[in-house]
């Protein structure tokens, strides 16, 4: 048995998706200072760190985390 409305709220939830998907990707979530000065990291930013500094594994493992994470919140 369906639940009323169930379609329209899907197509909304969808939609949301999409409007939010692009600030998610681009907005920092990481704030990190040192004696050298502060950086900002978004995880894509941090994903490609990883990859580019030889942790592969890693990096594959944090990307994979994050999008099965976003989906679960």
């Not at 907005?27 to 500094?53: C, H, N, Q, R």
Request: aromatic fraction near 10%; proline fraction near 5%; charge should be positive.
């Amino acid at each position: 048995m369906r639940k009323p409305a169930s379609l329209s709220r899907t197509w909304a939830l969808l939609i949301v998706a999409l409007v939010l998907y692009v600030p998610v990707n681009v907005l920092p979530v990481m704030y990190t200072s040192s004696l050298f000065g502060a950086e900002k990291d978004t995880i894509m930013s941090g994903v490609a760190y990883l990859w580019t500094s030889g942790s592969e594994p890693l990096a594959v493992i944090v990307f994979i985390c994050s999008r099965y994470l976003r989906c679960r919140i």
